[in-house]
């Protein structure tokens, strides 16, 4: 009835959209009323940044199958460009966002715990309350859509760009923490996504800069991530992120021949091997799959982007995630249509499901609310999910050892404290954040010194020496590790141990892995995230007003004994 075989495929009453009639019929009937050119630029999700007027009147003119908000300060400029993207496009745009938690926070509403902190935590009920209220906020500011969780394996320890974000590097755990996510955002009208197809986590570097590789073999793939992929397609996730992660395992069992070669380290987003044939045919996954960033190396590799662009959507990706010069991307699809390399019923294919998600989210109800100024305050921030976020918070700080016998500090023993600190290091600040543990430690009744580049350090000044880090994942770095020439500012402070001299601790706020680069260190604690919120709550448990409750959910001695003494 709806064109193509390909079309007639695709069972829009059945997982994940679960459309009703009425919804079928929107999305059939509103991709047929568009024009070739607006067909295409349905597949694309574009970054957006700015004042409401510009942003308008920049997607006025492309008129994308959405945006992915980074937003500014002003809540109410905010509001105002959500509540008027309706008109910006002949279609109701989805409005994503990476929805992870610590640093990353939705601005104007809770801090809460990044999955990794959630795992520490280990409490599916926890994760549950946690990303409902994720969800409610983001609704609350206009969002339907987001690029988590997060079901990569942390096994690559050195991996800066897994690190944090994911639940940690055991799948039963990764799994359980996964499925409650999905189930509440979706159950609150955020559409999730499971990331990185085909799986992430064993290849230590990073895909903004390299396509990563899985290295494991197809029985171990099906045991990991096979595992976690269907447990996520069975639970009705709406999306899947192609990455830029290839399977050579994979491509050589199906094709001998290209896995000989080059082929067979081909990125996800461009291999239909993948995409097709594994994910849709093998995993049985009926929802949208879109692509990762493509301005990334990982994807820039493989070709110059007048070819990778129309390719990408030849191999299964519906959605084309960011681009440099969406007008130029947008001509590649065109001439690409135009000299058969991409057919028009592959496009409606991948407009069909674009246009699904919208109606699986109510997009295509004129009776639908619409984001307020007035709601959003009402529901952002709100007394009792700061409270709720709080209480799970406190429960992350882990203790991985304290063979001096450390703890808790106290004013009276460890009143004189000096810090050695990175600050807190993110991905888009151009100088780390002040921290704020340093001064909670002074209003505790410490005597805190910072230490800066030159100071002379006498252990005979101090009670305790304090190493605080605060190294979440970051982007475009490539292993994360503790530089201690950079911690202290020379080639000799590099070299210095103080902890035969003076009692020492070490603590990290994001990345679980410093022992590797301090295996002697006597007293060692991971926190996971440099929120505000965690830093209090590390120094209730630092200070003994709070239990030290959470448990690794990644090996923190990095394999190694040498760690454990």
């Not at 510009?54 to 105002?80: C, Y």
């Not at 069975?234 to 395992?249: R, T």
């Not at 990175?422 to 005597?447: I, K, M, Y």
Request: hydrophobic letters at 45%; charged letters at 20%; aromatic letters at 8%.
């Amino acid at each position: 009835m709806w064109g193509s075989p390909a079309l007639a495929a695709i069972d829009l009453s059945a997982a994940p959209f679960h459309l009703d009639e009425a919804a079928i019929a929107w999305v059939h009937e509103t991709r047929e009323a568009l024009s070739p050119r607006d067909k295409l630029a349905q597949l694309f999700v574009l970054i957006s940044r700015g004042g409401s007027e510009g942003e308008l009147e920049a997607l006025r003119a492309f008129k994308p199958g959405g945006i992915t908000r980074f937003f500014g300060p002003d809540l109410e400029d905010e509001i105002a460009l959500m509540s008027q993207l309706d008109g910006a496009a002949p279609v109701p745009m989805l409005v994503s966002a990476d929805l992870e938690g610590s640093r990353m926070s939705l601005p104007f509403g809770t801090e809460v715990p990044n999955p990794l902190g959630l795992a520490a935590v280990d409490d599916v009920e926890a994760t549950t309350a946690i990303a409902t209220i994720m969800a409610e906020e983001a609704r609350a500011l206009g969002l339907n859509w987001s690029f988590t969780p997060v079901i990569d394996i942390n096994r690559a320890w050195q991996s800066a760009i897994v690190g944090t974000r994911s639940y940690g590097s055991d799948p039963d755990r990764i799994e359980r923490h996964a499925l409650a996510q999905i189930a509440a955002f979706q159950a609150n009208g955020v559409a999730a996504t499971v990331k990185h197809w085909p799986g992430e986590g064993y290849d230590d570097r990073d895909q903004h800069l390299v396509t990563t590789v899985n290295p494991l073999s197809l029985a171990e793939w099906e045991e990991t991530f096979g595992r976690l992929y269907r447990a996520a397609i069975a639970a009705g996730v709406m999306s899947v992120m192609s990455a830029h992660i290839a399977f050579p395992a994979f491509v050589r069992e199906l094709d001998p021949e290209a896995g000989a070669g080059a082929e067979a380290f081909r990125p996800a987003t461009l291999s239909p091997l993948l995409n097709q044939t594994l994910l849709r045919e093998k995993l049985g996954f009926n929802g949208l799959i879109v692509s990762d960033a493509t301005p990334m190396a990982g994807f820039g590799d493989w070709g110059p982007r007048q070819e990778t662009i129309p390719q990408c959507v030849i191999a299964g990706c519906d959605v084309i995630l960011f681009s440099d010069d969406a007008n130029a991307d947008l001509l590649y699809l065109v001439k690409a249509v135009a000299d058969g390399r991409l057919s028009q019923e592959r496009v409606d294919e991948a407009v069909t499901r674009v246009l699904a998600l919208k109606a699986a989210q109510g997009l295509h109800r004129p009776d639908r609310p619409r984001p307020s100024l007035e709601a959003a305050r009402a529901v952002l921030g709100r007394p009792e999910s700061r409270l709720t976020a709080r209480s799970v918070t406190a429960r992350a700080p882990t203790l991985v050892k304290d063979v001096a016998g450390l703890l808790p500090l106290s004013p009276a023993r460890h009143k004189r404290v000096l810090i050695f600190s990175t600050g807190a290091v993110q991905p888009f600040a151009p100088v780390p954040l002040p921290l704020s543990v340093p001064d909670l430690l002074r209003q505790n009744g410490f005597e805190v010194t910072e230490y800066a580049l030159g100071m002379a350090v006498d252990p005979k000044n101090f009670d305790l020496l304090l190493y605080l880090l605060a190294e979440e994942t970051l982007l475009t770095r490539q292993r994360i590790f503790l530089n201690w020439r950079e911690l202290t500012g020379s080639v000799f402070g590099a070299m210095k141990r103080y902890w035969y001299d003076l009692p020492t601790l070490m603590v990290s706020l994001g990345f679980p892995y410093y022992l590797h680069d301090a295996p002697r260190v006597p007293t060692y604690v991971n926190a996971y995230g440099s929120n505000e919120d965690m830093q209090a709550a590390l120094v209730e448990a630092l200070l003994g007003r709070a239990a030290f409750s959470g448990t690794s959910p990644v090996d923190p001695f990095c394999g190694s004994d040498q760690a454990r003494y």
